[in-house]
């Protein structure tokens, strides 16, 4: 058949020859939107369909170069998908983006065997196959980001960050979710996890990085139950049990989860402080242990009212309860008068995050636009009680003051999406969001005569107006994205006892995001990239709640933090699945946790702060490989960041390396294997020093029946997650180590009944500043 093809195309060519010729170009994705990396493009005359010219997908793409003008017929052709047909009249350069629907008949009882690329880079983003791989070994979704590159997970494992960008927007397909849905997500559903290191303004002003998530459909009605079970050994004992539910009905889907998580605190964190002026010095060291027991539970229905309309609703509700005393050895220099002291915390906390929504989605009659409806409410608390023991000198324990403090928020947000193809390769966009926030923050600090008692409670009140607008397209290979996006944000806070506002400011900003996509060839690319964004700090930390550490530390928040405000630009140029990009950023206002003395208090006060600025830029290299069985992610990133501030002293700034790579087996008898390590190198940033660490860990996977899946892994093999810095600030020196509880060995079960297919559930967070609430 090639051979017929061949002789075709020498005929088709030489009677052409001289003519004008153009060039047609495009992606090929499946009914997933993921690019395929298989298939062939036929193009055919359109009156009687003779095959003019044909060209295999090579890494979702592909290119017909040399074609005369005149009417055509694109034939594409995938296993396992419908044949697609598209008639185009050729007059210019084309680029086109086509998409395939599985064939489900042709699919059903057949196996298809075959390799793919676990990991797909495309103009600086990555994207990562999560199903069948060694990926689905950790206890939770969260563990299973941590092992991405870049991606750090926070101490206490409920949040990420990414290295360079902060906290990223997550992302359910094209719904916004919160790290409590993503959670309760299950790891054998997801498809694939995306990182999008360059948002248009779609996505929400504070997003310089997306994590997108999207999980694998089926097709057909039916029930689906998950049962997992996973035991984690670290300092304490974890172990996760999670069960999740789907009822698919015709235009009905129903989902319900819940999860019992008994988690093992261990935190320690170690302080040298040095207060030359007064003279004074503190080696402080504080443990935290003990039990964290949570639950999770979630449910929600979709409903589909007819094509492109539907109705969704979804609720989630976490709490947990922690008691973990706290355990701190110091020596306190004050002077000539040295103090050994042992404080002894004792306390109980509890947590729980409630949140709800309701969405309306309509596809406008022609099929050219479509029309979004949202809303939602949202709370958080947050108990704390405490009781406070001294021991100075040995000379026996004293209870020296008893606390209890309560944080509560709630948060009502809406919004109204339109979207409209404005012509065969261009789309506008345009939005409108409220978001109000209030919150409440009540202390009562007892010291049993020691000082006058302390009661305080401190409002706070927050609305944000925001409105965007965005244009895409595309053209003979290149595309673009527009986007502005308006915040207006009125922000109140204050104690009742007073009779001024510490907090009244009313602030109008502008976000403009910008991306140019052009490709060189079929295999070469280059893009360009421009945003604003903003970083808002969480409520919690806009609040007046505080932790005693030591009699001469207290951590507290701080109400008057504002939002960062960062810019950057960033080039990429991409070879095949091999990228180099270039940034620089420069952010006003970034938040660090410092310390300084208080003249009122007798006493040192650690907690987040705005510096003046921070700017610096990044060398990343990107560079996934496929061999056989064989997957092979390397990354690399060189950056320089400096840190200003006329409180601190500044020190040097050079480049330091963060290092990623991870390797993916794939073994005979369903086995997988994972073997991974990153790490960072020595930090100079101005301000702060950090020392260099690096991770190595593993996994190993069987799937030994249908449905179900054993696992086993370990990950910070060396236990080397040791994060030391040091900055001098306010006349003080200071010199911080955390110890991270990471290492872990793990043994993961899980087991899945029935089937649930062609899954359209939609449903999508109203509130951007979701995350905020912590």
Do not use: C
Request: aromatic content about 14%.
């Amino acid at each position: 058949m090639k051979i017929l093809y061949t002789l075709l195309i020498v005929f088709v060519s030489l009677s052409v020859n001289g003519q004008e010729s153009y060039t047609i170009a495009g992606t090929v994705l499946d009914d997933e939107h993921v690019t395929l990396s298989f298939g062939e493009v036929l193009l055919r005359e359109a009156a009687d369909s003779t095959v003019v010219t044909f060209g295999s997908i090579e890494a979702g793409n592909f290119q017909l170069s040399s074609v005369a003008k005149g009417v055509y017929l694109v034939e594409v052709r995938a296993l396992g998908f419908e044949i697609y047909r598209r008639a185009i009249d050729l007059e210019e350069n084309r680029q086109l983006e086509i998409q395939l629907q599985r064939n489900i008949a042709l699919l059903e009882g057949v196996t298809v065997k075959g390799k793919r690329n676990t990991v797909v880079n495309k103009n600086g983003n990555l994207k990562f196959t999560i199903d069948h791989s060694s990926f689905v070994n950790p206890g939770s979704t969260m563990d299973v980001l941590a092992l991405l590159p870049g991606v750090q997970l926070s101490n206490d494992r409920q949040s990420i960050s990414i290295i360079g960008k902060g906290d990223p927007l997550i992302y359910l397909e094209n719904q916004r979710i919160y790290m409590e849905d993503l959670n309760a997500l299950p790891i054998e559903s997801i498809k694939s996890i995306e990182i999008i290191n360059n948002p248009s303004a779609r996505y929400e002003s504070n997003g310089r990085v997306v994590v997108l998530v999207t999980r694998r459909l089926n097709f057909s009605d039916g029930i689906r139950l998950d049962i997992s079970e996973v035991i984690a050994l670290r300092r304490r004992f974890n172990s996760y049990a999670t069960i999740n539910a789907a009822l698919k009905k015709k235009k009905w889907e129903w989902k319900a989860n819940f999860s019992y998580n008994h988690i093992g605190i261990w935190e320690n964190v170690n302080n040298q402080l040095n207060v030359p002026d007064l003279p004074a010095a503190l080696d402080q060291s504080s443990v935290s242990t003990g039990p964290r027991p949570q639950f999770i539970i979630g449910g929600g229905f979709y409903y589909q009212i007819g094509k492109g309309e539907y109705l969704s609703a979804n609720t989630n509700l976490r709490t947990h309860t922690t008691e973990a005393p706290i355990n701190t050895q110091s020596t306190l220099l004050q002077g000539m008068q040295l103090d050994e002291i042992t404080s002894f915390v004792d306390g109980f906390e509890n947590r729980s995050f409630f949140s709800s929504n309701l969405n309306y989605n309509k596809q406008l009659p022609d099929g050219k636009g479509n029309l979004f409806l949202g809303l939602q409410y949202s709370s958080y608390l947050r108990d704390l009680s405490n009781q406070i023991f001294n021991n100075y000198n040995a000379q026996g324990s004293v209870f020296a003051q008893e606390r209890y403090q309560k944080y509560t928020i709630d948060v009502f947000a809406a919004r109204l999406d339109f979207e409209r193809k404005l012509a065969q390769d261009h789309r506008w966009e345009a939005g409108l969001s409220y978001y109000h926030a209030t919150a409440d923050a009540f202390l009562d600090f007892d010291f049993l005569g020691a000082a006058p008692t302390l009661l305080s409670n401190y409002d706070y009140e927050e609305r944000t107006y925001a409105t965007y607008t965005q244009f895409t397209g595309q053209g003979h290979k290149w595309d673009y994205a527009l986007g502005l996006r308006s915040e207006t944000t009125t922000v109140e806070g204050g104690f009742r006892e007073e009779t001024e506002l510490l907090v009244d400011r009313d602030q109008t900003l502008l976000f403009p995001k910008a991306t140019l996509n052009w490709q060189l060839d079929t295999f070469q690319t280059l893009s360009f990239n421009y945003a604003k964004t903003v970083l808002r700090p969480d409520y919690l930390n806009a609040s007046s709640i505080s932790t005693f550490v030591h009699p001469f530390l207290e951590y507290t928040r701080n109400a008057n933090l504002q939002a960062t405000i960062n810019e950057e630009f960033s080039l990429n140029y991409q070879y095949k699945t091999h990228s180099i990009s270039v940034s620089y950023f420069n952010r006003q206002l970034p938040v660090y946790v410092t310390v300084e003395y208080d003249e009122g208090q007798d006493r040192l006060v650690q907690s987040p702060e705005n510096l003046e600025r921070e700017n610096g830029f990044d060398i990343r290299l990107t560079s996934p490989f496929t061999y056989k069985f064989w997957s092979m992610t390397n990354f690399l990133m060189f950056t320089q960041v400096k840190v200003k501030d006329s409180r601190a002293q500044l020190g040097n700034s050079s480049p330091y390396l963060y290092y990623y790579s991870n390797h993916q087996f794939r073994l005979p008898k369903k086995w997988t294997a994972g073997l991974y390590a990153w790490g960072l190198s020595r930090q100079f940033q101005g301000i702060f020093e950090r020392d260099p660490y690096w991770v190595l860990g593993g996994s190993l996977n069987k799937q030994f029946l249908k449905g179900l899946q054993v696992g086993i892994y370990f990950d910070d093999l060396f236990r080397a997650m040791k994060l030391r810095e040091g900055y001098r600030i306010n006349q003080i020196d200071a010199r911080t180590l955390y110890l991270l509880d990471r290492r872990t060995f793990g043994l993961s079960l899980r087991y899945a009944f029935g089937r649930i297919s062609d899954s359209g559930y939609q449903n999508r967070d109203v509130d951007e500043y979701l995350n905020r609430m912590k």
